[in-house]
């Protein structure tokens, strides 16, 4: 592999001190955790004292004060490990992460304090029943009244819906603006009117709970809005290229690891008197797919810099999210096939990356999304001199 040079010395011992909890408190318990559909309170309380949570959150709101690598870390050994039940980087990555760009220094001492610890759980409500990569396409809605808003809608597919405390709520602020007006609002989900519907039964990440959440006049104060009014489309489309690196950064790590497994199973494994190593077929599809693992974790890495920079391009975010989710999922397909039955036995590592892999050309905008924006930028551009 070409060296990686992003890691500083405190990034590599963080790293280890990471790589160690996740191989002591969350790994051992994630079969359970799968059976059960969601991961225990007491699994957040640990990480937050561990320093997981919110990495770059502020000294000044109890956190770590870390740079974006710290989160990076997180993301790789979680991944590294297999380990897809608890919802961090939604809570980390997303939630706080909106909250830190876009809340007051009110909302920040409120909220993140108790983010940083796992005390306060927080989820993202984007996706409706009718709109998930079509942000536009919402119909929940918030109303003014007074100093309060009255919010009535639902929300689907919600990662720690069934644990969350608070949540980013993107709703419709303008019936005269019905595409454009969007706002974001943090609903504590103790108000009255909010309800909890169904844990989601998935194909993959099973112990991650994904739920429906459900809104009946809920009322919050006007304190609660992220930002100005109607702006939050230009809050999301600034976040989002955050997220579609994260997932990126995830995928990469699963396709390496993946590879890493089954060269090991087919130095084993043997048929037709040989070890499946040895078959001309086995090693010309593990060198294919190490070498598109190798050029994605380079193009990955370089958004990593980019991205710490404030430099990261919407577009090349899109870009690294399409070609690492398809890359994730080749390789975890390709693998299983080199397990033969065996890689689709729920015991082996390569079946649960197999269920786990398809939501990420999902999750974060489909893509088609991914290539429509791609596809704009290259439009939008004048044309060539010829």
């Excluded at 297999?82 to 909250?99: C, E, K, L, Q, R």
């Amino acid at each position: 592999m070409i060296p990686r040079t992003l890691f500083s010395t405190e990034h590599d011992i963080f790293r280890e001190s990471v790589r160690r909890f996740v191989q002591t408190e969350l790994a051992p318990h994630h079969a359970d955790w799968e059976d059960a559909g969601f991961v225990p309170r007491e699994a957040w309380r640990a990480a937050g004292a561990a320093g997981l949570l919110c990495c770059q959150i502020s000294e000044a709101y109890d956190g770590p004060g870390g740079d974006f690598l710290f989160n990076v870390v997180v993301t790789e050994e979680m991944a590294r490990a297999g380990v897809t039940g608890p919802g961090f980087v939604v809570h980390s990555d997303m939630v706080a992460t909106y909250i830190e760009r876009f809340g007051s220094e009110e909302q920040k001492q409120r909220w993140l304090p108790g983010m940083v610890s796992g005390e306060i759980i927080g989820a993202l409500g984007i996706t409706e029943p009718s709109a998930g990569s079509d942000v536009r396409g919402i119909r929940t809605t918030l109303r003014r009244e007074g100093d309060e808003y009255v919010i009535n809608g639902q929300k689907t597919y919600i990662s720690n819906g069934q644990l969350c405390d608070i949540i980013v709520l993107v709703t419709k602020s303008d019936p005269a603006r019905p595409r454009d007006a969007i706002t974001l609002v943090v609903v504590e989900t103790h108000r009255a009117g909010f309800q909890r519907g169904r844990r989601l039964k998935k194909l993959g990440l099973k112990a991650q709970d994904t739920s429906e959440l459900f809104f009946d006049d809920v009322r919050v104060p006007v304190a609660n809005r992220l930002g100005e009014e109607h702006q939050g489309f230009q809050y999301l489309t600034r976040n989002l290229a955050h997220e579609r690196l994260v997932q990126a950064v995830r995928s990469a790590v699963v396709a390496e690891v993946t590879i890493e497994q089954t060269v090991e199973y087919t130095r084993d494994r043997k048929a037709f008197g040989q070890t499946l190593a040895e078959f001309q077929n086995t090693q010309f599809k593990l060198a294919e797919l190490r070498a598109s693992t190798v050029a994605g974790r380079v193009f990955v890495d370089r958004c990593i810099e980019l991205q710490l920079k404030g430099e990261l391009d919407p577009v090349d975010a899109a870009a690294a999210k399409m070609l690492l989710s398809d890359l994730h999922n080749r390789v975890v397909d390709e693998c299983l096939q080199l397990h033969g039955g065996w890689g689709y036995m729920w015991e082996y590592p390569v079946c649960r990356a197999y269920a786990d892999a398809r939501i990420v050309k999902i999750a974060g905008g489909s893509m088609e999304t991914m290539k429509s924006i791609i596809a704009r930028d290259l439009f939008k551009r004048p044309r060539a001199a010829s």
